[in-house]
């Protein structure tokens, strides 16, 4: 296994800054996170939002954009990096820049499962030295293909150790 800003700074030159909440700036950044994303969380339960979707991929494509207009009401401006791959979005809080990937899940044990977090091609869509976070999002389907939030989780990617996989695309 290797580590991720190890393969990441290989593949576009670019550092993953760590995460340090004994600075004002990285608190200030995950404490606005955390609270747009409880208050996507809270809405998600007081509407009863549920996504229609075959899988839990695609559920998560459509609550991308709510977690993101969710994001704006807040001091973060979250601008979508389009295509996909790693990173979905790049925020912006004070000057300070963090990439984040949202990464939807109807995994029930987490531990058990052998089965990848996100997919990283290249880091094409890096331009810059930044924090690296996985916001990871827990569904589960109430109905047939109806998909609902449970809950959500934050992850610091600095130290992420990760095994490689080679494919092909034909």
Known sequence: KRLFKDILKESCGHDIKPID???DGDKKLIDTITKSMNNFLKASRQGSV????????????????????????????PEQLGSSGYPDLL???????????????????KAK???RLFYFTSGKKIKLTAHHLLLQVQISE??????????????????LKVALKTEWNA
Do not use: F
């Open 50 to 77: 549920r996504y229609k979707a075959n899988r839990a991929n695609d559920a998560g494509k459509k609550m991308e954009g709510t977690i993101v207009e969710e994001m704006k009401k807040t001091s973060l401006n």
């Open 113 to 115: 499962t052998h089965h």
């Open 91 to 109: 925020i912006t809080l004070d000057g300070q820049k963090c990439y984040i990937e949202l990464k939807t899940s109807a995994q029930k044990n």
């Open 142 to 159: 109430e109905a047939d293909k109806y998909w609902k939030v449970e809950y959500w989780e934050l992850r610091d990617l600095y130290n």
């Open 21 to 23: 909440m004994s600075k």
